[in-house]
């Protein structure tokens, strides 16, 4: 009995976040409230409150369920020796994530949510928050492959390590919010392939064979 009540509680936990995500992602995450939620998930408040502390808590276990896009470059990793190997981890982390962006809808959807579906309003600042760190590991991540390849090739850089990953980072936010936008309007790999290298090379660096 006990362990049929712990499957309970699962499965009614996964109910309310799979209708949070329809919730928020029609319409958006200020305006829904949690009776939307438990409405749409045939479940009381009560049974939000038992599993999620507020609309912050909820949205963010909705989130902890899939990795978006900067979480996943975060955790890409290479092969081969640290520093031969960063300028590859650079570029494979960012096509990875775009190509996750491009072809799992799941992530898709979440990323819509949480990129143009949040009103940063005072109830929803710890989502806030998670966004803010999610942009700083990734730029934090950039920079020390950007600092480990510019050690590789023996290169002096055109600016700071700081700005340059600034501006990966920038390319990056702003490949996927016009694809976003344009609703898959452009070949999202294919010109994030080009753009990316093209600032790369730009920087100084020799980018090889992939």
């Not at 949690?34 to 949205?59: E, M, N, P, S, V």
């Not at 010109?191 to 064979?209: I, N, Q, S, W």
Request: a neutral charge; charged letters at 25%.
């Amino acid at each position: 009995m006990v362990r049929r009540t712990k499957e309970d509680a699962v499965a009614t936990r996964n109910s309310l976040l799979d209708a949070a995500e329809r919730v928020f992602y029609d319409k958006g995450v200020s305006r829904a409230s949690l009776g939307d939620i438990a409405q749409a998930a045939g479940a009381t408040r009560g049974a939000i409150y038992w599993h999620f502390k507020d609309k912050a808590d909820l949205f963010n276990a909705m989130m902890d369920r899939v990795t978006l896009p900067l979480e996943f470059a975060c955790g890409f990793r290479g092969a081969g020796a640290e520093e031969e190997a960063s300028l590859w981890r650079l570029r494979g982390a960012m096509r990875a994530a775009l190509h996750a962006v491009a072809t799992d809808e799941w992530v898709r959807r979440v990323f819509e949510i949480a990129m143009y579906k949040v009103e940063y309003v005072q109830e929803l600042d710890a989502v806030r928050d998670r966004h803010v760190m999610a942009c700083e590991g990734f730029r934090a991540k950039l920079r020390e492959d950007v600092v480990s390849a510019v050690k590789a090739q023996g290169l002096v850089l055109p600016m700071s390590a700081d700005v340059a990953a600034m501006g990966l980072w920038a390319l990056f936010d702003g490949l996927l919010q016009g694809w976003m936008l344009n609703r898959g309007g452009f070949n999202l790999l294919e010109v994030g392939r080009a753009t990316v290298d093209a600032y790369l090379k730009g920087l100084g660096f020799e980018l090889g064979a992939d």
